[in-house]
């Protein structure tokens, strides 16, 4: 078995903007997706807005001290807003699993399917 990060990428202003069908779409697609994996789900979360977000870059003089940034490092239309850890045989099984998710059908969204590497 492998372990897998999948991260569901959306513009925020649509989040922010999304209609209760929507939205009742979005979470029908991760309650299923939960109910398949089952135990696979290693860990999940639906992160707060990336205006939460604080960043740690090499600061000024001798690197030691990190510069600590409140917000994204990067600005761009589209942000994390969520994730899961899988443990899972393949990426054939990750990626069908993933496809239940909403996020994959949608214009605003995409899932992002990335393997761990394992150090032992």
């Known amino acids: 078995m492998a372990k897998y990060m ?5 513009d925020e202003q649509r989040w922010d903007a999304i209609s209760p069908e929507e939205m009742a779409e979005i979470d029908a697609g991760h309650r299923a997706f939960a109910q398949q994996a089952g135990p696979a789900v290693l860990a999940s979360g639906q ?3 990336s205006a939460t977000a604080t960043t740690l870059r090499r600061g000024d003089g001798d ?3 990190p510069s600590v940034t409140d ?11 969520g994730f899961y850890v899988l443990d899972a ?3 054939d099984a990750v990626v069908k699993l993933t496809g239940l998710l909403a996020e994959t059908r949608h214009d605003h969204s995409g899932v992002e399917i990335t393997p761990l590497v394992h150090h032992g």
Do not use: A
């Open 71 to 81: 917000g994204p490092f990067l600005e761009t239309k589209e942000v994390v807003g």
């Open 6 to 10: 999948v991260l569901i990428y959306g």
């Open 63 to 65: 690197g030691d001290t």
């Open 47 to 49: 992160l707060e807005s």
């Open 89 to 91: 045989p393949d990426l």
